[in-house]
């Protein structure tokens, strides 16, 4: 089992930045990670997604260039840095993770636990 906690949610301007942080209870060196997010109205939609090593990375299109994905083994954590944010990026940010050694997983049906969801909130 594990757990999953979204933390650095908040009210940014246009063009700002912020770091989500996603701390997971027991060791997940095993487990694909990901960021989805969730507009008002909206279906949840994938975001970034990276290897249990950390070696393979990927985004999808609307946030090559300004967000980055990253984790941390060690400290069982796994971050999102998101810059040049825009009012489009505003929505709930998820975190979940998915039992998948060495690989990515894009698709939100192969992800098995997921955090609560921090709110992203960016004023144009």
């Known amino acids: 089992q594990v757990q999953l906690v979204e933390s650095g949610g908040g009210l940014v301007q246009a063009g700002g930045s912020l770091r989500l942080s996603c701390a997971a209870s027991g060791r997940t060196f095993r487990y694909a990670m990901g960021w989805f997010r969730q507009a008002p109205g909206k279906e949840r939609e994938f975001v970034a997604a990276?290897?249990?090593?950390?070696?393979?990375?990927y985004y999808t299109d609307s946030v090559k260039g300004r967000f980055s994905i990253s984790r941390d083994n060690a400290k069982n954590t796994v971050y999102l840095q998101m810059n040049s944010l825009k009012p489009e990026d505003t929505a709930v940010y998820y975190c979940?993770?998915?039992?998948?050694?060495?690989?990515?997983?894009?698709?939100?049906?192969?992800?098995?636990?997921w955090g609560q969801g921090t709110q992203v909130t960016v004023s144009s």
């Open positions: 979940a993770a998915g039992d998948a050694l060495g690989t990515i997983l894009v698709d939100i049906r192969e992800y098995d636990y």
């Open positions: 990276i290897s249990s090593n950390g070696g393979s990375t």
